[in-house]
């Protein structure tokens, strides 16, 4: 199946992607984790990507088009991805479309995350993860359970993004309203989306997207 996790940055598109993977084991495909990696890489994608991240601006729809083709044409994606970041734009909607249809792929479902705006601030601001092996946490809704551990592996090294900050995510929220809310209706044209309260607990969110995914016959890993 290829799905897309649609929403506003904050929504959980990412924590939902990594049940999905674990549920279905379905491949994530983050648009934002490719380029963050290429930041860190300091890749020539990398250069152009790191200052428009930083600013909460999208990056040109050409440069991310390639990024995508790309990443399709590695192997792991065969049998279907989550696709969570992409497309945020009207050209990457076309884009994926050609890109799926070149490959005799197609797109099963997006599904819509909706989330109370207000909240999205106080929740990414508050947001990091251990350096080591990925696990989320909050400054607010989600501390470790002793002090400054992960919880999952005992390290003591955390990270925020640089691009959690007030500033940077108006601006992202503004990039959202502005080129990737307008997309949503050309999927509801087609009849794929469904929709998701995501201000229910992320575990609440999950069995929903879970049972959506299920009624569509996709096949959980343990079943
Ligand atoms: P994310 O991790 O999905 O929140 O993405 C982080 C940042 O990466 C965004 O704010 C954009 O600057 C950039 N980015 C990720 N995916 C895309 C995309 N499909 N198109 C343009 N920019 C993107």
């Known amino acids: 199946m290829n799905i897309i996790l649609f929403g506003p940055p904050g929504a959980g598109k990412g924590t939902q992607a990594h049940h999905l993977v674990h549920d279905f084991g379905m491949v994530q495909l983050s648009t934002g984790d490719i380029l963050r990696q290429a930041v860190q890489e300091g890749t020539e994608v990398g250069k152009?990507?790191?200052e428009l991240m930083k600013a909460g601006k999208l990056i040109p729809d050409d440069l991310m088009n390639k990024i995508l083709g790309e990443r399709l044409d590695k192997p792991d994606t065969q049998n279907g991805v989550i696709f969570d970041g992409f497309p945020r734009t009207k050209p990457q909607v076309e884009a994926l479309d050609k890109l799926l249809a070149e490959r005799h792929r197609k797109l099963d479902c997006v599904i819509e995350i909706k989330v109370d705006e207000d909240a999205l601030v106080q929740r990414i601001v508050g947001r990091?993860?251990?350096t080591k092996c990925g696990a989320g946490y909050h400054d607010e809704f989600k501390r470790p359970k002793k002090e400054g551990v992960c919880d999952v592996c005992g390290s003591t090294e955390f990270k925020r993004r640089p691009d959690d900050n007030a500033?940077?995510?108006r601006?992202?929220?503004?990039?959202y309203h502005e080129k990737t809310a307008p997309i949503l209706p050309i999927y509801e044209a087609r009849g794929l989306v469904s929709y998701v309260d995501g201000m229910?607990?992320?575990?609440?969110?999950?069995t929903k997207i879970h049972q959506i995914l299920t009624d569509k016959g996709a096949k959980p890993v343990s079943a």
């Not at 229910?200 to 999950?206: G, I, T």
């Open 171 to 175: 601006a992202r929220l503004v990039e």
């Open 128 to 130: 990091y993860i251990c």
């Open 48 to 50: 152009i990507a790191g």
């Open 167 to 169: 500033e940077a995510v």
């Open 200 to 206: 229910l607990p992320m575990k609440e969110v999950a």
